[in-house]
Each structure stands twice: as structure tokens, then as C-alpha cells.
């Protein structure tokens, strides 16, 4: 089955800085890779996601990035505020399937 | 604008008890899926549905079951609650309508088992 590795566990920055989240994953069919956010006490929710048809996708000051030779995706934060701070959660799923599997999870702390 | 309730925020429970999470949700999704949320692993999933009655085993379902009656409502039944299994639990759902495949998470029950 599929298995997707996430880097770092944790990842603490300034406020105003960039931060990189790193997920691998196994199964050269996955090509469905959502990024879900999840703040202290409340339940995750998706952000970004993308698809194997494209290399990159923004939204405001989100981006997530794929390599699909290297099967690898990234999420990038730029910008970042206090309000980032989180756990974020990458997953890859594959065509027509609707069950994603999940990286293990990064803490980003954001200080003011 | 989907929502997906579950019916305890905290629930504790005895060793040997038989536990129920229930999980509604509003949006007629067609799949639906119990996660299991513990520091450092991750989510991980128990079981899901993709139609009423029907379940498949996720990756860990070992003491757990599950039942899907109706399409708004999947229940996760712990048959002899172990202090092993005291953890979160995250409902979930989705519809693969569109080509989206978004899930949809409910606010958690975290489960003590002592």
C-alpha cells in the first residue's frame, strides 16, 4: 500500500519567515495530494491540495509544489504569522480512490 | 456549508465496557471513515464506508467495529474498550462527486479507557 513520510516532525520559525514542509510518498500511482491544517483543539481542514497534472498551485501565501519522478510534494508558507501555527498534515491518494493515506504530521510554531 | 457532528467531545470509560462513537453527517456524502489521532503517528484509519451497510477494514481495525445503517450516520463500536485505545477518534467524510475528494472532519471524541 501506499506510505507517505512527512519531514520535519517539527518546525519552528520567526513570524515573517518562510517555512517548508516535506511529505514523500511510495505509490507512483497517487495523484491526488491534499494538504489539511489542523489548530490546537479544532479538527483538521483541507488548504491547499493538488494534482499529478501539475507541478504547482498557490493560494495567497500557500503553495504546495509536486515532483512526480521524485514522488515527492512540498507545502510552503510564506509570510508567516502566529496564526499558522499549527499541525499540518499531507496526504496522497490515488486515481478513483477517495482515501487518502496520511503523513505522520509537522507542529509549525510561529513566533511573534 | 458541510458539517460533521460527532455525539461526545469526551467520553471515559472501564476496561471490558463496550463503547459506541457515533458520527451524523448533513452533506449526503457517500463515504465516510473513522480515524484514530495520536501524538507523532499521525491519523490512522480504522474503517470506512462507501455506501450504507457496506465497511471495509482500514489500517488498524483490530477491537474495533462498525456500522453504517444509514447513509448520514457511521458508529464505531469499541466491543471491550482497553486502556490501549484511549486516544482521539476523528469521523470523517467525503464525496468523490466532481472529481473532489476533500474530507470532511467532525470536532473529535477523545476517549480515556481506564
Known amino acids: 500500500g501506499e506510505n507517505v513520510e512527512q519531514h520535519p516532525s517539527t518546525l519552528s520559525v520567526q513570524e515573517g519567515d518562510s517555512a517548508v514542509i516535506k511529505c514523500t510518498y511510495s505509490?507512483?500511482?497517487?495523484?491526488?495530494f491534499p494538504w489539511y491544517k489542523q489548530e490546537l483543539g479544532k479538527r483538521p481542514q483541507l488548504i491547499i491540495d493538488?494534482?499529478?497534472?501539475?507541478g504547482e498551485k498557490k493560494d495567497q501565501r500557500i503553495a504546495v509544489t509536486l515532483n512526480k519522478t521524485a514522488k515527492h510534494f512540498s507545502l510552503h508558507i510564506t509570510e508567516t504569522q502566529p496564526e499558522d501555527s499549527a499541525v499540518y498534515f499531507c496526504?496522497?491518494?490515488?486515481?478513483?480512490?477517495?482515501?487518502?493515506?496520511f503523513g505522520r504530521g509537522t507542529s509549525l510554531i510561529v513566533h511573534p | 456549508d458541510v458539517k460533521v457532528t460527532q455525539s461526545s467531545r469526551y467520553l471515559v470509560k472501564r476496561t471490558g465496557e463496550k463503547v459506541f462513537l457515533e458520527c451524523v453527517q448533513d452533506?449526503?456524502?457517500?463515504?465516510m471513515f473513522w480515524y484514530r489521532q495520536d501524538p507523532g503517528l499521525g491519523l490512522r484509519l480504522i474503517y470506512f464506508?462507501?455506501?450504507?451497510?457496506?465497511?471495509e477494514k482500514g489500517d488498524i481495525p483490530e477491537g474495533y467495529s462498525v456500522s453504517r445503517e444509514k447513509k448520514e450516520r457511521f458508529s464505531l463500536i469499541l466491543e471491550s474498550a482497553s486502556t490501549n485505545q484511549t486516544s482521539m477518534y476523528l469521523c470523517?467524510?467525503?464525496?468523490?462527486?466532481?472529481?473532489?475528494?476533500?474530507?470532511?472532519f467532525g470536532p473529535g471524541t477523545r476517549l480515556t479507557v481506564t
Open positions: 470523517a467524510s467525503s464525496t468523490g462527486t466532481g472529481g473532489t475528494y476533500e474530507q470532511y
Open positions: 505509490d507512483s500511482a497517487s495523484n491526488y
Open positions: 493538488i494534482r499529478s497534472n501539475v
Open positions: 496526504a496522497a491518494s490515488k486515481g478513483g480512490s477517495y482515501i487518502p493515506t
Open positions: 452533506m449526503d456524502h457517500e463515504n
Open positions: 464506508s462507501y455506501d450504507v451497510k457496506m465497511k
